[in-house]
């Protein structure tokens, strides 16, 4: 029955690549008329278009930044636009022709291509190389970056993370960012630059080790873990949380800066949707948004480690889900779409579809841009659907078919058609001449806080006070790990867990019983001690919500 249920999975995904290649088609749009322009309430604030060597070539992948809109074309072209403005800011080539897998990466500082097996950090200003690298491992899925590292899937179902390099406004290299990795192991801190001083315009260093394939400083890698999934989607991505959704629904959630190259922090051992999961999921801050083949879409809280909600679409989630502050958008293969509370898995509509009502406009297929008044969605034949955004109700319909490369912005309400000739075009509602972004930014006037001294990820707000408790401690004497843990669970009101789980992944029997002696403490934080007490025994932990899990080190810090 696995066997048959696998193959349904391949056959589905065979079915998905057929669809991406209708993606390939070469059209010659025209550009819109004014009168269907004046129909639609319409604005073209810009056109462009983007090389293209031919009909063989086409889009890739295009994406929508805060202020750019950032292309790859087949041949490998990369081209950066003012999202605005139509601007070409730069453009570029490298690496092989038609060689582009997967879409691109990107951060604040750098854009990250595949091209082969190799990986290339252009500065996001200039287009300049910053560093090429090649990691000797079969990339499995696109990459995933946060300001400081780089995760990358393995074919082998290994998830690797990376320190990337960081340069002055010279192109000298500087070291990599702080992290909890290197304080816990090397017990000082990796250089790093005043925040005035550092810029990542950086030159095209020289050739590494004679090797043309490894330009520049590279990445540094900080750990990996095996999950034993199929890794087809790029990771998500928290504060302190990378995770991970394998293609038969399986999820797993690891700590950012894990030190422990053998030992995963589950968001919740175990959990798994019902069925494969077959289109990329979503996160909203610590909150992840899966659609699956069960047709449901799970709302799952990778801090703390539970289920939120499940709301039943009625068939297959074949387009990832579209998430706005207060709302998601999300397609079921049958039904259409449907807007949901994005807290509580709610349906915000109830459309009247003649003799029965529907919280699914049956119309649309597909999220492609919004603003506070409409959604401008996708019918299966490609023509464009523009809906109420409030009651869901159908108004209006524009045949865009020829414009085959759907561009889906998740960041702002401007509408971007893009066509395999390099056409790319920007519309926008009359009404609203600034962008309006789905997901506000935090603005506080309040200054930044100085870095926590507590060496570990960051627990809730009692935990964190607990943790930070400067206490005194005699030297206590030797006893079962568990006896010391319900001793201070009586003195500090502090939760403890041992994940066994990861205990027994690395042969490890009985960790409960390890012989532990606390050591004194005068005057320091509680989260000090607790890392001075369980390093000598191999054994680290990580707060989650209200509860200090505990785990197994890569190796015990006496043998080190």
């Known amino acids: 029955m696995r066997n048959f249920t696998f193959a349904f999975i391949l056959l589905l995904i065979g079915i998905n690549s057929k669809a991406a290649d209708n993606l390939k088609i070469f059209t010659q749009p025209d550009i819109p008329s004014q009168e269907v322009l004046d129909r639609l309430n319409l604005k073209m604030m810009w056109k462009a278009f983007s090389p293209m060597e031919g009909k063989r070539d086409g889009y890739h992948d295009v994406q929508v930044s805060d202020s750019q809109i950032i292309a790859q074309t087949r041949s490998g072209?990369?081209?950066?636009?003012?999202?605005?403005?139509?601007?070409?800011?730069?453009?570029?080539?490298?690496?092989?022709?038609?060689?582009?897998?997967?879409?691109?990466?990107?951060?604040?500082?750098?854009?990250?291509a595949v091209n082969e097996n190799d990986i290339y950090a252009l500065d996001r200003k200039t287009g300049n190389i910053s560093w090429q690298s090649t990691f000797g491992i079969s990339i499995s899925a696109p990459p995933s970056v946060d300001k400081s590292h780089l995760y990358l899937s393995g074919s082998n179902g290994r998830i690797y993370c990376y320190a990337l390099p960081m340069f002055k406004k010279n192109g000298e290299f500087i070291g990599y960012e702080k992290s909890d990795f290197y304080n816990r192991t090397l017990k000082k801190p990796i250089p790093d630059a005043p925040d005035?001083?550092?810029?990542?315009?950086?030159?095209?260093?020289?050739?590494?080790?004679?090797?043309?394939?490894?330009?520049?400083?590279?990445?540094?890698?900080?750990?990996?873990?095996?999950?034993?999934?199929?890794l087809n989607y790029p990771m998500l991505l928290t504060e302190t949380i990378v995770a991970t959704v394998g293609l038969k629904g399986d999820l797993v959630a690891l700590n950012i800066h894990s030190d422990l190259s053998?030992?995963?922090?589950?968001?919740?051992?175990?959990?798994?949707?019902?069925?494969?999961?077959?289109?990329?999921?979503?996160?909203?801050?610590?909150?992840?948004?899966?659609?699956?083949?069960?047709?449901?879409?799970?709302?799952?809280?990778?801090?703390?480690?539970?289920?939120?909600?499940?709301?039943?679409?009625?068939?297959?989630?074949?387009?990832?889900?579209?998430?706005?502050d207060e709302e998601i958008f999300v397609t079921g293969e049958r039904n259409g779409v449907a807007k949901l509370d994005r807290e509580t898995g709610i349906p915000m509509?109830?459309?009247?579809?003649?003799?029965?009502?529907?919280?699914?406009?049956?119309?649309?297929?597909?999220?492609?841009?919004?603003?506070?008044?409409?959604?401008?969605?996708?019918?299966?034949?490609?023509?464009?659907?523009?809906?109420?955004?409030?009651?869901?109700?159908?108004l209006t319909t524009w045949d865009i078919h020829d414009f085959v490369f759907p561009v889906v912005n998740r960041t702002t309400d401007r509408i971007f058609l893009a066509a395999n000739n390099g056409l790319l075009i920007c519309l926008r509602d009359r009404d609203f001449p600034k962008p309006m972004f789905h997901v506000k930014k935090p603005v506080s006037n309040e200054p930044s806080t100085p870095a926590t001294t507590v060496d570990a990820p960051t627990p809730d707000?009692?935990?964190?006070?607990?943790?930070?408790?400067?206490?005194?401690?005699?030297?206590?004497?030797?006893?079962?790990?568990?006896?010391?843990?319900?001793?201070?669970?009586?003195?500090?009101?502090?939760?403890?867990?041992?994940?066994?789980?990861?205990?027994?992944?690395?042969?490890?029997?009985?960790?409960d019983k390890k012989p532990v002696k606390a050591p004194a403490a005068d005057n320091i934080p509680l989260a000090v001690w607790l890392t001075e007490t369980l390093d000598p025994i191999g054994v680290t932990y990580q707060p989650v919500a209200d509860t200090i899990l505990l785990f197994p080190s890569a190796k015990p810090m006496k043998d080190k």
């Not at 948004?289 to 499940?310: E, N, P, T």
Request: charged share 25%; net charge positive.
């Open 196 to 230: 005035d001083s550092v810029d990542f315009n950086a030159l095209v260093p020289q050739t590494t080790g004679g090797n043309p394939r490894l330009r520049g400083p590279q990445p540094k890698i900080i750990w990996e873990f095996q999950t034993r999934l199929i």
């Open 77 to 112: 072209t990369i081209i950066v636009f003012n999202s605005e403005t139509g601007e070409v800011i730069w453009k570029t080539n490298f690496g092989k022709p038609y060689q582009v897998v997967y879409n691109l990466a990107f951060n604040d500082k750098f854009i990250f």
């Open 461 to 511: 707000a009692n935990l964190k006070k607990i943790l930070e408790t400067k206490i005194k401690e005699e030297e206590g004497v030797e006893k079962p790990l568990q006896e010391l843990l319900d001793e201070l669970t009586k003195k500090y009101n502090i939760k403890f867990e041992i994940n066994k789980k990861a205990f027994a992944a690395m042969m490890i029997e009985d960790a």
């Open 262 to 324: 053998h030992t995963t922090v589950p968001a919740n051992q175990g959990y798994e949707t019902d069925k494969a999961v077959i289109v990329p999921p979503s996160v909203y801050e610590s909150i992840a948004y899966i659609g699956s083949m069960d047709a449901c879409l799970h709302s799952f809280d990778l801090q703390s480690g539970k289920l939120l909600w499940r709301y039943t679409i009625g068939s297959t989630v074949h387009h990832r889900p579209f998430i706005t």
């Open 349 to 394: 509509w109830n459309i009247n579809n003649g003799s029965r009502l529907t919280p699914f406009q049956e119309k649309s297929d597909r999220m492609i841009a919004a603003n506070s008044k409409f959604l401008y969605t996708l019918d299966r034949s490609g023509r464009m659907v523009i809906i109420d955004r409030k009651t869901g109700a159908y």
